[in-house]
């Protein structure tokens, strides 16, 4: 039984800063490499970033420089900090375990002055 808390999306003015949190729980979660995903209105979902078990990161090219993911293994947890925040980040996030595909609900994030 693999659950999800995910957290700190909201409403941010362009240029602000958001922490997403995804807390799981049902898996043996070091061993695991974590990514978070994002879904726009009108847009198919997205890879924005993603983090091994060894803590190696990659980055979409459209937040590269403004977001970072990372993830503290005795919480069971994998986090996004977003800075610079544009509108086009608008978007509800979604966090996954990699290989073997288990979603999250995901938390809406809203861009906008």
């Known amino acids: 039984q693999v659950q999800f808390v995910e957290s700190g999306g909201g409403l941010v003015q362009p240029g602000g800063s958001l922490k997403l949190s995804c807390a799981v729980s049902g898996i043996i979660f070091r061993v695991y490499g974590m990514s978070w995903y994002r879904q726009a209105p009108g847009k198919q979902r997205e890879l924005v970033a993603s983090?091994?078990?060894?803590?190696?990161?990659n980055y979409a090219d459209s937040v590269k420089g403004r977001f970072t993911i990372s993830r503290d293994n005795a919480k069971k947890t994998v986090y996004l900090q977003m800075n610079s925040l544009k509108p086009e980040d608008t978007a509800v996030y979604y966090c996954?375990?990699?290989?073997?595909?288990?979603w999250g609900e995901g938390t809406l994030v809203t861009v906008s002055s």
């Open positions: 983090i091994s078990s060894g803590e190696n990161t």
């Open positions: 996954r375990v990699n290989s073997v595909n288990y």
